[in-house]
């Protein structure tokens, strides 16, 4: 599905994760790999500087272990640009990359540029699928068990067809609609009724595609809190949201809601862009 996958490596303690959820995710041979790191220091970026002969050697031994893997066609991309979010979209730009992997929170190169909200700057600005790797949480198999919050528009369900065409790598998908704000206990039963006939809906259609799915619906706290508690309670393996377009620069499906997420929850999370490539 994803012929052309980047991984932004800053060759942090999270680069072995990142590997394991391409791996998951990417499982056809054909898959073109491309490893980019970003060199920030014009002097760096020489060969015959200490830091091209270290930090090179690095990433040859991870392409090497790609290739053994039995992925054949892979790429080191060694960029100069000292802003690394400028790099990352450049190089996706030029390659015309249609999947993104990067970690945030990590102790690498770039520990000062991927933290806290300047991730979140990354993920809204680059308008394709993104992985957030997070170092919270491990597992062998990313697909497992999918955590996708909804609030039934068209946009919160985009990864749908994602998720259609990775059905036979599919454990289950967990539905999550949080209702917030409510005015007495009418209004919730009444907000309730009218989630769950949509819930229902949507877990029978995964039905159709042989996917596993139940839902859960949510009130009383942030949905941003609600979503993030859920995620640690089912044990979630991937957590998977939307993306809006509000002028020139994009914000996510939930504006903060989704930003929190991001923020605090330690399971990697999947963004994808407002209108599906088309592939």
């Excluded at 690394?84 to 770039?110: P, T």
């Excluded at 002028?247 to 999947?270: C, D, E, F, V, Y």
Aim: include cysteine; hydrophobic fraction near 40%.
């Amino acid at each position: 599905m994803f012929s052309r996958v980047m991984l932004a490596l800053d060759l942090s303690e999270l680069t072995s994760r990142m590997l394991d959820v391409f791996y998951s995710i990417c499982l056809s041979p054909e898959t073109e790999v491309h490893l980019l790191h970003v060199v920030k220091k014009p002097e760096d970026y020489a060969k015959t500087s200490p830091y091209y002969k270290k930090t090179y050697s690095r990433l040859n031994g991870l392409a090497q272990d790609i290739k053994n893997a039995g992925y054949d066609k892979v790429e080191i991309l060694w960029e100069s640009n000292p802003d690394v979010l400028n790099g990352i979209q450049k190089a996706v730009d030029q390659y015309d990359i249609n999947l993104l992997i990067m970690a945030s929170h990590g102790k690498g190169l770039w520990a000062s540029t991927f933290r806290g909200s300047s991730t979140f700057n990354a993920v809204r600005a680059i308008d394709i699928p993104t992985l957030v790797v997070k170092g919270d949480y491990k597992c062998s198999d990313y697909l497992q068990r999918i955590l996708l919050p909804t609030d039934f528009s068209r946009k919160s369900l985009i990864a749908l067809n994602f998720i259609r065409n990775l059905r036979e790598n599919v454990g289950e998908v967990i539905f999550v609609h949080v209702i917030e704000g409510v005015r007495g206990d009418d209004e919730l039963l009444e907000n309730k009724e009218m989630a769950e006939d949509m819930l229902v809906e949507l877990c029978n259609e995964m039905q159709n595609f042989g996917i596993k799915s139940r839902y859960v619906i949510a009130d009383g706290g942030a949905a941003s809190k609600e979503i993030c508690k859920l995620a640690e309670e089912e044990n979630c393996s991937i957590v998977i949201t939307g993306k809006t377009g509000a002028g020139p620069i994009k914000g996510l499906l939930m504006g903060s809601t989704a930003q929190n997420i991001l923020l605090n929850s330690g399971r990697t999370l999947w963004v994808m862009p407002d209108e599906e490539s088309d592939e």
